[in-house]
């Protein structure tokens, strides 16, 4: 596949997520507790398996509603009048999302209520973790933050192809602040930081994000990023 269309495909793939996360907020919702399990596994100091887990079931949840979005979606095209079929086609969809999330729930509470007894027995005390792990960590949290606060401030058109914040900045900063904290290098950090202006520059010069999103995507990538390293580290 060419690299022009490997993008164009990704870019809608992404579009359809911020769509989702715009139109449906149940999709939201997911993505709020999916921040918030995240941060607290990270915080408790649950295992390397656990947290495998845990994400893998966060991905299936979401990837569920994002389905029954999907089929909701197709089936009033199809069929925008009343009809019995549509509903047990929706109400099928619906089922694969409360099945998928009561499960994801279930082995989340297993997992984590050992975690949760001691984290109140021990008092407010945050497992700390290596540097590159803090980066990912760092990238999935900008990245949702993006989403929901696209989904909460988008009014029309395409959310991808402008408003606030600018994602590219958001992560293009989220790099820098990673990479000028892991390495403490003077010309790392430089490099990254025009790596980061240029991206964000790219996007206003074609049109795409004005001055002002530009801005509120880097201070939403940095200011997340240099949080997660000063609570974790």
């Keep these: 596949m060419p690299l022009k269309k490997w993008i164009n495909s990704t870019n809608n793939a992404i579009e359809g997520i911020l769509t989702a996360a715009k139109n449906e907020r149940h999709v939201r919702y997911h993505l709020y507790a999916a921040t918030l399990v995240l941060l607290f596994s990270y915080a408790s100091g649950v295992t390397t398996v656990e947290f495998l887990i845990i994400s893998l079931l966060t991905i299936i949840v979401i990837t569920a509603e994002l389905l029954n979005t999907a ?3 197709v089936v009033d095209i199809i069929c925008p009048q009343i009809s019995e079929q549509a509903r047990i086609a929706k109400d099928v969809a619906a089922g694969a999302v409360l099945i998928s999330a009561v499960g994801a729930a279930i082995t989340g509470y297993i997992i984590l209520f050992p975690y949760l007894v001691k984290f ?7 497992t700390t973790h290596g540097s590159s792990e803090i980066a990912v960590l760092s990238v999935i949290i900008v990245l949702i933050l993006v989403v929901l606060i696209k989904s909460l401030t988008a009014k029309k058109g395409h959310p991808l192809r402008g408003g606030m914040p600018s994602g ?3 992560l293009s900063f989220s790099v820098w602040v990673s990479i000028t904290v892991i390495t403490h290098n003077l010309i790392l950090s430089v490099l990254s930081f025009l ?3 240029a991206i ?3 996007r206003i010069e074609t049109n795409i994000h004005s001055v002002w999103e530009v801005i509120a995507g880097a201070l939403l990538g940095s200011i997340a990023t240099y949080l997660l390293f000063i609570i974790f580290m």
């Design 71 to 73: 089929i909701e979606t």
């Design 120 to 126: 109140f027995k021990r008092g407010l005390s945050i």
């Design 168 to 170: 590219h900045a958001a």
């Design 195 to 197: 790596g980061a202006v």
């Design 200 to 202: 964000s520059r790219s």
